[in-house]
């Protein structure tokens, strides 16, 4: 951080002076001279005491004394100098520190723009992050709803082909169940019926009982395929 102008202006008077105490309460007056300036409804330049015109300036007490009060007790020992002449000392006094304080308000002005720049500078970043986290936040979004449409789909498909599989097997088996109960009911009554019953079409039944057998080997074998096709 650059040093204040107006600070390093104070010490540079305060080094010019007689005492930095005497410096400090000129600064302190001319403080509240500015905030409130005398106000002096009687005529101007007299003396309030003496009715004298006040033509010194006491440094000591920094005011204006006439000629009378010089000579009392109370200024006697102080160093007083005609006004005009304590006038232009002050106007000196009085220009450095406007100097120094119009450097004071440059830099305050520069340091504003400063401040503002940055500021700026910082919400445009936050303003293109936060822009950048939302984008990001949209992609993965999209790619989510894409994963989970795609997975959907998959599924949707394996559960169709499991569904068309089962139905054929489930009719496949009933109308297996159905022949396979016709075939028992017809042993059964030709064990229990003549021999002439008995072996009138015995090849047949027996090769049916044989297709029975073929049919079991062949449902085994698309089990098997059922399962490898679909996992
Ligand atoms: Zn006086
Ligand atoms: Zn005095």
């Known amino acids: 951080m650059e040093t204040s102008p107006v600070l390093s202006a104070e010490q540079h008077l305060l080094g010019?002076?007689?005492?930095?105490?005497?410096?400090?309460?000129?600064?302190?007056?001319?403080?509240?001279?500015f905030i409130c300036p005398p106000v002096k409804p009687q005529e101007q330049n007299l003396c309030e005491k003496h009715e004298e015109k006040l033509r010194l300036f006491c440094a000591e007490d920094q005011r204006m004394i006439c000629v009378v009060c010089r000579e009392s007790k109370e200024h006697k020992t102080h160093s007083a100098s005609p006004v005009e002449e304590a006038a232009e000392e002050y106007k000196v006094k009085l220009q450095e520190w406007l100097r120094s304080l119009r450097k004071e308000e440059e830099y305050k002005l520069k340091s504003k723009v400063k401040e503002e720049e940055q500021y700026k500078a910082t919400k445009d970043r936050l303003r293109t992050e936060k822009k950048k986290l939302e984008s990001e936040f949209e992609k993965?979004?999209?790619?989510?709803?894409?994963?989970?449409?795609?997975?959907?789909?998959?599924?949707?498909?394996?559960?169709k082909k499991i569904n068309m599989v089962e139905n054929a097997n489930i009719t496949k088996l009933t109308n297996q169940i159905t022949s396979l109960k016709a075939l028992i009911t017809e042993i059964e009554k030709k064990c229990e019926a003549s021999a002439w019953e008995l072996l009138k079409d015995v090849g047949s039944t027996l090769s049916r009982c044989n297709n029975v057998k073929l049919q079991c080997l062949e449902m085994v074998k698309s089990y098997k395929g059922k399962y490898n096709q679909v996992y």
Request: charged share 35%.
């Open 16 to 33: 010019k002076t007689s005492g930095p105490t005497d410096n400090w309460e000129t600064w302190w007056k001319l403080q509240n001279s």
């Open 140 to 159: 993965l979004q999209q790619l989510l709803k894409e994963n989970e449409k795609t997975l959907n789909e998959k599924l949707e498909k394996m559960e």
